[in-house]
């Protein structure tokens, strides 16, 4: 089982680039969303996701854009990365209802 | 707006000594609790949950919890800690019957000396 898979696993940017980090799921899950995870704060939600075509956004979403176009990926896009944005990211999906949330490993992304 | 507090950042002990770490939560509603832990280097996992039912709360390696509704609370325990312990634990909550929007604590940093 994959489950939640993402790529890549690290990048270094420098500011003002733009990126794509990857993520996929196998597990027909219906919600994924994207968190942010630094020293301190905890994890921080981006963006989220309850269906294809239906995205909204979290609690940290400025920088950040995504979109879902299959149920199976759910892509984060950086414009224009800033210092600010580096942390490490991570993806998770879960099914409806009363169910937990799989993460995938994490993409740990610096920006200089 | 719901948020979680984990008392406790950082907590040193040594093997086979008893921990607790505390998480407390503040949502207007009901909620489903989670634990997860961090190893170094790695995705985070589920190490139990509580949906409904028995507020005591049995998760893998030896891990528990109890919820106390009175008191917004679940923290988590186990007996007898090992030196593989080591690791972050986040305690996370969101909102029964709604979008799996989970909230995060802090982290509480747990470091098992052998």
């Known amino acids: 089982n994959a489950g939640v898979t993402q790529t890549p696993k690290f990048q270094v940017l420098k500011t003002g680039q733009s990126m794509t980090l990857q993520c996929a799921q196998d597990m027909n899950h219906e919600y994924m969303s994207w968190y942010r995870q630094d020293p301190g704060m905890g994890l921080r939600l981006i963006h989220y996701s309850v269906g294809a075509g239906i995205t909204d956004q979290g609690e940290v979403p400025n920088g950040y854009n995504v979109s879902r176009s299959t149920t199976e990926d759910f892509p984060l896009r950086l414009l224009s990365a800033a210092p600010s944005q580096t942390s490490v990211y991570f993806c998770?999906?879960?099914?409806?209802?009363?169910?937990?949330?799989?993460f995938g490993q994490g993409t740990r992304l610096t920006v200089v | 707006a719901q948020s979680v507090s984990q008392h406790n950042h950082h907590v040193i002990l040594s093997e086979a000594a008893s921990l607790e770490l505390g998480c407390n939560y503040s949502y207007g509603g009901t909620v489903n609790l989670f634990w997860y832990v961090q190893y170094p280097g790695q995705h985070l996992q589920l190490l139990l949950k509580y949906f409904s039912g028995d507020p005591l709360v049995k998760g893998i390696k030896g891990f528990e919890a109890e919820f106390i509704k009175s008191k917004f609370s679940f923290n988590l325990r186990k007996p007898s800690v090992q030196w593989s312990d080591t690791a972050e634990y986040f305690c996370a909550v969101n909102a029964k019957g709604g979008y799996n929007k989970l909230i995060f604590g802090a982290g509480t940093r747990l470091a098992v000396h052998p």
């Open positions: 998770a999906s879960s099914g409806q209802g009363n169910t937990e949330a799989f």
